[in-house]
């Protein structure tokens, strides 16, 4: 399985960006789709994410102007960014929770994306 994100890029405090991560290969099922950021020197932490039936979580820091979607159709997921403030600048990566079914055993994986830069200039 493979998680190809794409969408980071600079932007001005107040502009919006929008990514995107398309899982592609073996793929049974997806369990979670969701998006993490990392801050330099610090670990990964959830921005948000979306459960299977479509519920999600975000982070308090982004409610509100942040929106998690998923296409299950193209197993992708976006996030729409917007009002972005400087301290949203961060290394954004996609991961996923994927089932995988072979002799009629479920196992579940979990993968990750390329980061993508997000700049978020003042």
């Known amino acids: 399985v493979q998680l190809q994100a794409s969408g980071g890029g600079l932007v001005q405090a107040g502009g919006s960006l929008r990514l995107s991560c398309a899982a592609s290969?073996?793929?049974?099922?997806?369990?979670?789709m969701g998006w993490y950021r990392q801050f330099p020197g610090n670990k990964r932490d959830l921005v948000a994410d979306i459960i299977s039936g479509d519920s999600t979580n975000y982070a308090d820091s982004v409610k509100g102007r942040f929106t998690i979607s998923r296409d299950n159709a193209k197993n992708t997921v976006y996030l729409q960014m917007n009002s972005l403030k400087p301290e949203d600048t961060a290394v954004y990566y996609c991961?996923?929770?994927?089932?995988?079914?072979?002799?009629?055993?479920?196992?579940?994986?979990?993968?990750w994306g390329q980061g993508t830069q997000v700049t978020v200039s003042s």
């Open positions: 991961n996923a929770n994927i089932r995988d079914c072979s002799n009629y055993r479920y196992l579940d994986y979990n993968y």
């Open positions: 290969g073996r793929i049974f099922s997806i369990n979670s």
